[in-house]
């Protein structure tokens, strides 16, 4: 099974700050297939990358991600106050099929 | 718009059984595979299962596999979940989900809650 571990568990940033968000992942995932989610108090998880560095369809060119192999990132350029929120990596290329890592919670500092 | 609506969830005592449905509209259902996803209250998001375009192929967790079974009728533009064996530690909301391509979810799902609980 891949395990996805996320760092850090919090992350306390002002608006306007660089955020650096991490995902490890236990062995190699497969076919850069890994992604990364935002999810706010209440609200459904929202897809914000794929396959490893493709932005989703609205998601603002200030979220960027990168990696290979079992290291993976999210970067926002510059917070908004809106980026405050849950953020989760998955892995969907391996055994089992799909994991989520156990998220890094970006608050306002 | 796509647009994918959960309903089925509800208070169940351990070892009983729901049924989950999610009707899906605004786009073709029969060429997607299909998701759940599970969040307890608090925690993190946990894949429970998949299945394919056309039902033959099914995966599921390793906490949830031989209890529950997922299935889809494409007449109906509809995905299920039956949940059966329901245990505490399945209390969560239950979010359908359609990926961009395989894993990679870009629609949800509002999510139904499901309590097991004495």
């Known amino acids: 099974e891949i395990v996805l571990t996320q760092s850090p568990g919090t992350l306390s940033l002002s608006p306007g700050e660089r955020a650096t968000l991490f995902c490890g992942a236990s062995?190699?995932?497969?076919?850069?297939?890994l992604a990364w989610y935002q999810q706010k108090p209440g609200q459904a998880p929202r897809l914000l990358i794929y396959?490893?560095?493709n932005r989703a369809t609205g998601t603002p060119d200030r979220f960027s991600g990168s990696g290979s192999g079992t290291d993976f990132t999210l970067t926002i350029s510059r917070l908004e106050p809106e980026d405050f929120a849950v953020y989760y990596c998955q892995q969907y290329g391996g055994s089992p099929e799909v994991t989520f890592g156990q998220g890094t919670r970006l608050e306002i500092k | 718009e796509v647009k994918l609506v959960e309903s089925g969830g509800g208070l169940v005592q351990p070892g009983g059984s729901l049924r989950l449905s999610c009707a899906a509209s605004g786009f073709t259902f029969n060429t997607y595979w299909m998701h759940w996803v599970r969040q307890a209250p608090g925690k993190g998001l946990v894949w429970v299962s998949r299945i394919s375009v056309d039902g033959s192929s099914t995966t599921y967790a390793e906490s949830v596999k031989g209890r529950f079974t997922v299935s889809r009728d494409n007449a109906k533009n509809t995905l299920y979940l039956q949940m059966n064996s329901l245990r505490v530690e399945d209390t969560a909301v239950y979010y359908c989900?359609?990926?961009?391509?395989?894993?990679?979810?870009?629609?949800w799902g509002q999510g139904t809650l499901v309590t097991v609980s004495s």
């Open positions: 396959s490893v560095s």
């Open positions: 989900g359609r990926p961009v391509a395989t894993g990679d979810i870009d629609y």
């Open positions: 062995q190699g995932v497969s076919s850069n297939s």
